[in-house]
């Protein structure tokens, strides 16, 4: 599976973005997939995951009722809708894919696949 993510950008505290996560490959539609994000001399966390078929989700607390995950497998796409936007989620956010399972993860070493990241800078 390869992974693109774009949608990322400048935005004001208050404001929105929706990211985007290109993949291709045969197996996403049967893959759990999550959205991870790295600020400036923190370590990558985990944001949100998805199952392979949308019916569930799970959000890290931090941006539960902000945040929303979603996908399409019909378009190979998964998205972060991302409301109510903080300084403190400035971050490059990465999304990432399971080889196998099609569950939910929120662990980094669950996932083999990842993009390459899309910026997000939320101004105060």
């Known amino acids: 599976v390869q992974l693109q993510a774009s949608g990322g950008g400048l935005v004001q505290a208050g404001g929105s973005l929706r990211l985007s996560c290109a993949a291709s490959?045969?197996?996403?539609?049967?893959?759990?997939m999550g959205w991870f994000r790295q600020a400036p001399g923190k370590e990558r966390e985990f944001v949100a995951t998805i199952s392979w078929s949308g019916g569930t989700t799970y959000l890290a607390d931090s941006v539960k009722g902000r945040f929303t995950i979603s996908r399409d497998n019909a378009k190979n796409m998964v998205y972060l809708q991302m409301n109510g936007l903080k300084p403190e989620d400035t971050a490059v956010y990465y999304c990432?894919?399971?080889?196998?399972?099609?569950?939910?993860?929120?662990?980094?070493?669950?996932?083999?696949?990842w993009g390459q990241g899309t910026l997000v800078t939320v101004s105060s």
């Open positions: 990432a894919a399971h080889r196998y399972g099609s569950g939910l993860y929120r662990e980094i070493s669950d996932y083999t696949f």
């Open positions: 490959g045969r197996t996403f539609g049967s893959s759990g």
